[in-house]
C-alpha cells in the first residue's frame, strides 16, 4: 500500500534537517500531483561527509514535473541544500556525480566533487538544460556552489556557415575521465527536422576558474577542443 504524506513540496533551504525516511516519502504537491520517488542515492565526498539526492516526479499525464533535492547529512538528519524543479517543462536524467581534478588560479591542481542535473525539454528539440554544482566543505558543513556552464553550440557559433544552424540540443557525457559534447549541424535551406545534413560535432569541455569577490573560487565548463565530422563518418 502507498503511504503518501501530503505537504506542499520543500521551497526553501531553510528549517530543520529530516530524517531520510521523510525525503522519500510520496508526497503531494500544491497542485495536488502526487510526486513519487524516481531516484534516490548517497555519495560520499569531504571527510568521508554525506550528500543524499532525491528525485521525485508527478503524477500528471502530460508534462510530468521531477524535483531533485540535494541533502547533507548532519547530526540531527538531512540539510536541504538546494531543489531543482523542471515546473513540467522536461525531464531529469538520472543525477551525475563525478569527482574532478583541474587547475585552478594559483596553477594548482584542483580536486572536485562535482554534481551534474540534466533537464531534457520537452519536445522534438532534445534541448538540454544543465544544473551542475561545486560541493565543497566549508565552515565545517557541506555547501553546493553552482557552476557556470556555457553549451558548446552557443561557443560554436562563430564557426557555423552561412545558412547552417544548430536546431537541437547537444548531448553531454560528464565524468572525472573528461566532458564530453556531441551536437548536429542543419542546412537550413534543405534539411528536415529529421535529417541534419551539415554533420556532427564533438569535442570536449575544460572547467576554468573565474575570479570573484568570494573568498571561494568559482568555476565555469566552456568548450575547449572540438572537430567536425560528416553525419556517417565514424569517431
Not at 500528471?60 to 524535483?67: A, E, Q, T
Not at 562535482?114 to 522534438?124: A, R
Not at 553546493?144 to 557555423?160: C, F, G, I, N, T
Amino acid at each position: 500500500m502507498l503511504v503518501l504524506l501530503f505537504l506542499l513540496p520543500v521551497t526553501t533551504y531553510a528549517g530543520q534537517p529530516v530524517s531520510k525516511s521523510a525525503a522519500v516519502i510520496s508526497y503531494t504537491g500544491d497542485g495536488g500531483d502526487v510526486y513519487e520517488l524516481r531516484w534516490a542515492f548517497t555519495e560520499q565526498v569531504w571527510n568521508q561527509q554525506e550528500i543524499f539526492i532525491t528525485v521525485h516526479v508527478s503524477d500528471r499525464k502530460y508534462g510530468p514535473d521531477h524535483i531533485a533535492r540535494i541533502y547533507a547529512r548532519e547530526a540531527d538528519g538531512y540539510r536541504l541544500l538546494e531543489e531543482v524543479s523542471t515546473q513540467g517543462n522536461g525531464y531529469l536524467l538520472r543525477p551525475n556525480f563525478f569527482p574532478y581534478e583541474t587547475r585552478g588560479l594559483a596553477g594548482r591542481r584542483d580536486r572536485l566533487f562535482l554534481l551534474q542535473l540534466t533537464e531534457k525539454i520537452y519536445g522534438t528539440g532534445s534541448f538540454t538544460q544543465e544544473h551542475i554544482y561545486r560541493i565543497g566543505s566549508e565552515g565545517g558543513g557541506l555547501t553546493l556552489q553552482p557552476v557556470d556552464y556555457v553549451p558548446a553550440p552557443e561557443s560554436y557559433r562563430p564557426y557555423l556557415a552561412v545558412g547552417e544552424a544548430v536546431w537541437k540540443g547537444e548531448n553531454n557525457r560528464f565524468s572525472g575521465d573528461g566532458l564530453d559534447f556531441e551536437f548536429f549541424i542543419w542546412r537550413e535551406r534543405h534539411d528536415g527536422n529529421c535529417c541534419p545534413s551539415g554533420g556532427r560535432v564533438k569535442g570536449h569541455y575544460k572547467i576554468v576558474p573565474v575570479a570573484g569577490r568570494e573568498a571561494v573560487p568559482a568555476y565555469r565548463i566552456e568548450m575547449d577542443t572540438f572537430e567536425r565530422l560528416a553525419y556517417e563518418q565514424p569517431d
